[in-house]
């Protein structure tokens, strides 16, 4: 059973940085993407950032030099550092997990992926 669980949610004043983990139990798939979206209230969810088995990211437009997904494999944790937070970073944010490097390759993450987290809320402030 794949256990996905976020931490380090807060508020913060735009321009500053938060980090983002999520412990991952039960994922034993040697072929994998991991990823992180945000939803904020009204919006459509948005895929962040992903990374496959190979070690390839992917980010976001909207994030790309300011957010680093990277992961610990000896600590079953994925991370998402986040600098230069701005207001519009303001959402809950979801770690995912996906059983192919392929849903990272083919950009299909994005629509999101079999095995969610419950969130952790972020806020920037202005």
């Known amino acids: 059973q794949v256990q996905l669980v976020e931490s380090g949610g807060g508020s913060v004043q735009a321009g500053g940085s938060l980090r983002l983990s999520c412990a991952a139990s039960?994922?034993?798939?040697?072929?994998?993407?991991m990823g992180w979206f945000r939803q904020a209230p009204g919006k459509e969810r948005e895929g962040v950032a992903a990374?496959?088995?190979?070690?390839?990211?992917h980010y976001a437009d909207s994030v790309k030099g300011r957010f680093t997904i990277s992961q610990d494999d000896a600590k079953n944790t994925l991370y998402l550092q986040m600098n230069s937070l701005k207001p519009d970073d303001t959402a809950t944010y979801y770690c995912?997990?996906?059983?192919?490097?392929?849903?990272?390759?083919?950009?299909?993450?994005?629509?999101?992926?079999?095995?969610w987290g419950k969130g952790t809320l972020v806020t920037i402030s202005s």
């Open positions: 995912a997990a996906g059983n192919s490097w392929y849903d990272c390759y083919s950009g299909s993450w994005r629509y999101g992926l079999d095995f």
């Open positions: 990374v496959d088995s190979d070690r390839d990211t």
């Open positions: 039960g994922y034993t798939y040697h072929s994998y993407c």
